[in-house]
């Protein structure tokens, strides 16, 4: 798990102009609402944001016309490009091309995203069949690519490799990914959820598998690792899932989150309580000796349980002050298990927060 540490993770989020990048930037991780995107201005310079998930971030948004070759594509991990479907997406596929040739040439290990945004314009019923035309069309463009002679020409320092058909074919199969979404609905946070999963790389299997055990020795229809802040999953387990589950678990989280800082005052309210009690029984206050960095294992952390339908539960347990596990399980199992669910839920967070220390977080 090295590599890790407080390094931020840089993402650089592309896209022509009014594409959708600084919307869905603000929707996701600043929980600004979609009707009130309308009112930001354009992008005239990069924006630099810090966000600390799972992993720290540094989000990167771009204006529309910015200029690449600025660009030392060895610092980043992701890019996230934002292809509008709601104009003509001719201009904006034929820039994506070499983009990222050039950017895989100079950093390998880069990933990238592609939001293929603004799909709420489309007819539902032809929305998939449109996803499936736009994802062949740039995967045609990139594996029939052939002009490396200007690429060369404009870029005399890069070496590109020499062997083209096999390189493309790794570009395309192994490191672009492509993605419906919109900030009118659930899938800008489900897509923006798959981009940290794959930044997390060799922990996201092991975090994968607590959840795995976890759901099998408690019975659980489905479990989620969520960032409460940004409502996105980190990690989930292989449970089949279906939209309406993630939905359904985001729609929760924000409930909870509205009494956050309710909760974030309970260990403060009860240092307070026992400091007074000791002055009111002239005892020497036992506050003065406590460290005000709680530890995490040892803090009581908000827990809430939800029936649903007839025989359905939600349940929120929360493990730090940016994690959250969200499980949706049988009522019945709930009611006649609890006592074991919650034994093996103090152990994924134990788990859990053992591998947060290892990656020093």
Aim: aromatic share 10%.
């Amino acid at each position: 798990m090295s590599g890790y540490g407080n390094e931020r993770r840089k993402v650089l989020v592309l896209g022509a102009k009014k594409s959708g990048k600084t919307s869905s930037l603000k929707a996701v991780f600043e929980g600004m609402t979609p009707k009130d995107t309308i009112w930001l201005e354009t992008t005239q310079q990069i924006v630099k944001t810090d966000f600390d998930s799972i992993l720290p971030l540094e989000l990167w948004d771009t204006p529309g016309s910015f200029d690449l070759d600025s660009i030392t594509w060895e610092e980043f991990s992701t890019v996230v490009y934002m292809l509008d479907v709601s104009q003509d997406t001719h201009h904006p596929i034929s820039k994506i091309v070499p983009t990222f040739i050039l950017a895989y040439a100079q950093n390998p290990s880069i990933n990238f995203e592609v939001f293929i945004h603004k799909a709420d314009h489309w007819d539902a019923d032809w929305q998939d069949e449109d996803f499936r035309e736009i994802t062949g069309r740039v995967m045609d463009e990139i594996a029939d690519f052939s002009d490396w002679a200007s690429l060369a020409d404009t870029h005399p320092n890069v070496r590109f490799n020499v062997d083209a058909d096999a390189w493309l074919e790794t570009l395309t199969t192994e490191k672009i990914r492509f993605w419906l979404t919109s900030i009118h609905n659930y899938t800008i946070y489900e897509a923006w959820s798959k981009v940290i999963q794959r930044l997390m790389e060799d922990i996201y299997g092991t975090i994968e598998g607590l959840l795995n055990t976890f759901g099998q020795q408690s019975s659980m229809h489905k479990s989620f690792l969520f960032d409460i802040n940004a409502k996105l999953y980190v990690a989930m387990d292989i449970n089949s899932v279906e939209s309406s589950t993630f939905q359904l678990c985001s729609d929760y989280l924000g409930r909870m989150m509205v009494f956050q800082s309710l909760f974030d005052n309970v260990p403060e309210a009860r240092k307070q309580a026992r400091s007074e009690k000791a002055k009111r029984e002239g005892k020497r206050d036992p506050t003065q000796d406590e460290d005000d960095d709680e530890d995490p294992e040892e803090r009581e952390w908000p827990a809430n349980v939800a029936r649903l339908g007839e025989n359905t539960s939600i349940c929120y347990w929360q493990f730090t002050k940016r994690l959250a596990l969200m499980s949706v399980v049988s009522s019945d199992v709930l009611n006649q298990q609890q006592g074991m669910i919650e034994f093996n839920v103090a152990l994924l967070r134990k788990a859990i927060l053992q591998i947060l220390e290892a990656i020093g977080q």
